[in-house]
């Protein structure tokens, strides 16, 4: 055979061969962008969860699962082991009725350990409104009455206080045969209101005397022998103090001029059945539909009453009584 005639015949193969494997090139890519059919995609998810052909669930064999699962059981086992062998060892060095460091060692002490004070009803914990309508007085008696259901079932229960003494808190005998009674609901359901301030609980705090406190009242005239922690509220500006009107406390204190909390109730130490003591406060002709700021402070010879800011021995409330 002539040798062009050759050359010709083996360039025409190459080029045919040449053609068909970019045929079969296309062909299989055009295979691989082909939409799958649903019952293939179903097949497809069930070989990927168990492939029965190789016996692997999930791309594992049980050999591995088994290896797997011990290595995670351990290693949790272990953790949690630990876990609950750092919670034991806390709960076996921690008193669980006496703090481990309190008053002048705690983180109290900025300057000087200094209790605050709390008032009821205080419904909404994000404001310190006291609203009360007169026309629908009943949910504040009610949150109140709730709070002072406590004190009531505890009326013949003491807890042992100062100098290993054994002593009571009696709500009935303070506000019985007041207008702050609770049989007179109270004084929501007539529109001059009490309201309850507490001397916020720190252990082992106890309070100093000291003669010549400066309160709003003129304490030489109220003549007693015990001790006491004064309380006493008014109103934060003179707007509030024009609209705030008179005032008179019931508590353990002899006089209504003023609110006292008696020494003999200190100090807390966390003692069973212990109640903190109360002072109510009854605001007799307060003006009506007016926002009015009340700011009450306790009143000892270690208590800072001063500081607005933290509001260090004080409580500020709201006080607004609706027709």
């Known amino acids: 055979m002539d040798p062009k005639t050759l050359r010709r015949r083996n360039t025409i193969v190459e080029e045919a061969a040449d053609s068909l494997i970019q045929t079969g090139?296309?062909?299989?890519?055009?295979?691989?962008?082909?939409?799958?059919?649903?019952?293939?995609?179903?097949?497809?998810?069930?070989?990927?969860?168990?492939?029965?052909?190789?016996?692997?669930?999930?791309?594992?064999?049980?050999?591995?699962?088994?290896?797997?699962?011990?290595?995670?059981?351990?290693?949790?086992?272990?953790?949690?082991?630990?876990?609950?062998?750092?919670?034991?060892?806390?709960?076996?060095t921690i008193d669980h009725k006496r703090p481990t460091y309190f008053n002048q060692e705690s983180v109290m002490n900025f300057r000087s350990v200094n209790p605050g004070l709390g008032f009821r009803p205080h419904i909404n914990p994000e404001n310190d409104l006291i609203f009360l309508n007169t026309s629908n007085w009943k949910p504040t008696y009610e949150f109140l009455n709730l709070f002072l259901r406590e004190y009531e079932n505890a009326q013949n229960k003491s807890f042992i206080a100062a100098h290993?003494?054994?002593?009571?808190?009696?709500?009935?005998?303070?506000?019985?045969?007041?207008?702050?009674?609770?049989?007179?609901?109270?004084?929501?359901s007539s529109g001059t209101p009490c309201v309850v301030v507490k001397l916020n609980r720190i252990y082992g705090w106890l309070p100093y005397t000291n003669n010549q406190v400066k309160t709003p009242v003129n304490l030489t005239k109220l003549k007693s022998n015990e001790k006491f922690v004064y309380v006493a509220c008014e109103g934060e500006y003179d707007y509030d103090k024009e609209n705030l009107g008179p005032i008179e406390y019931f508590s353990s204190y002899p006089n209504n001029e003023i609110g006292g909390i008696n020494f003999k109730y200190f100090p807390y130490?966390?003692?069973?059945?212990?109640?903190?003591?109360?002072?109510?406060?009854?605001?007799?002709?307060?003006?009506?539909?007016?926002?009015?700021?009340?700011?009450?402070?306790?009143?000892?010879?270690?208590?800072?009453?001063t500081d607005r800011l933290n509001r260090r021995g004080m409580v500020k409330f709201q006080l607004n009584i609706g027709k």
């Open 164 to 188: 290993g003494k054994s002593q009571t808190f009696d709500v009935s005998s303070i506000i019985s045969n007041t207008p702050c009674a609770k049989s007179k609901h109270y004084g929501m």
């Open 269 to 305: 130490r966390n003692q069973p059945n212990y109640l903190s003591p109360l002072v109510f406060v009854h605001f007799k002709n307060a003006t009506k539909n007016v926002q009015i700021n009340v700011l009450c402070r306790a009143y000892a010879k270690n208590i800072d009453n």
């Open 25 to 92: 090139e296309k062909i299989e890519e055009l295979n691989k962008h082909k939409k799958k059919s649903f019952l293939q995609s179903l097949k497809d998810i069930k070989k990927d969860i168990y492939n029965s052909e190789y016996r692997e669930f999930l791309s594992r064999d049980s050999k591995s699962w088994f290896k797997l699962s011990v290595f995670y059981s351990l290693f949790y086992g272990v953790l949690a082991g630990f876990f609950m062998l750092c919670l034991m060892v806390f709960y076996y």
